[in-house]
């Protein structure tokens, strides 16, 4: 049971470039979100899903995109990258809404 | 929306002591966890609490949800407990919103 699984570990971008950070759970859950982690700020929420063909926007969702396609895996798309997208970002899931959350192991991300 | 503080921002203990980390939350908040974020940055769920008492080995969370604060009580403090304790509230549209935590670190 390999839990959220997360890629790549790391990536550095240069401004303007795009690219997908991975997202997978083999746990059948429902609830899918994406959080950024910067200094001093703790976790915030970019988007969140609560299954398949379902998605909504957190806290800071600009400059991100997100689909559901299958129950298993939720991508998170950078179209255009920026500096300020520098970050840490964690995947998370749980079964339904009155449960524990479970993390991927998060993808340290660089933007020149 | 959410709000949720935590306090002690910051808190330094000597191997063997014990310390209290307090969670406050807004009322829209209906449902509490505590997370453990350790040197390498891994996220431990550590309790899903939104009321009541419950018990992990040295650890132990409270919740008072009508007074809208929780509790996370460690005892005998190891080098191990070292890291960032989060905790998270849950309100409406399954929105889930961190505090920004309480650093630990454990002395020998």
């Known amino acids: 049971n390999a839990g959220v699984t997360q890629t790549p570990k790391f990536q550095v971008l240069k401004t303007g470039q795009s690219m997908t950070l991975q997202c997978a759970q083999d746990?059948?859950?429902?609830?899918m979100s994406w959080y950024r982690q910067d200094p001093g700020m703790g976790l915030r929420l970019i988007h969140y899903?609560?299954?398949?063909?379902?998605?909504d926007q957190g806290e800071v969702p600009n400059g991100y995109n997100v689909s559901r396609s299958t129950t298993e895996d939720f991508p998170l798309r950078l179209l255009s990258a920026a500096p300020s997208q520098t970050s840490v970002y964690f995947c998370?899931?749980?079964?339904?809404?009155?449960?524990?959350?479970?993390f991927g192991s998060g993808t340290q991300l660089s933007v020149l | 929306g959410i709000q949720v503080e935590q306090s002690p921002p910051d808190l330094i203990l000597q191997e063997g002591a014990n310390s209290t980390l307090r969670c406050n939350f807004s009322?829209?908040?209906?449902?509490l966890q505590w997370f453990h974020q350790n040197p390498w940055g891994q996220l431990i769920n550590l309790f899903y609490?939104?009321?009541g008492t419950k018990q992990n080995g040295r650890l132990s969370a409270t919740t008072v949800a009508t007074e809208r604060y929780s509790l996370l009580y460690i005892s005998s403090s190891q080098t191990t407990d070292s890291g960032v304790y989060f905790c998270?509230?849950?309100?409406?549209?399954?929105?889930?919103?961190f505090g920004t935590g309480t650093k630990l670190q454990v002395i020998p």
């Open positions: 998270a509230g849950q309100g409406g549209y399954q929105k889930v919103t």
């Open positions: 609490i939104p009321s």
């Open positions: 009322d829209s908040v209906n449902n």
């Open positions: 899903s609560v299954g398949a063909g379902i998605t």
């Open positions: 746990m059948n859950h429902e609830y």
């Open positions: 998370a899931s749980r079964p339904d809404s009155n449960e524990k959350l479970f």
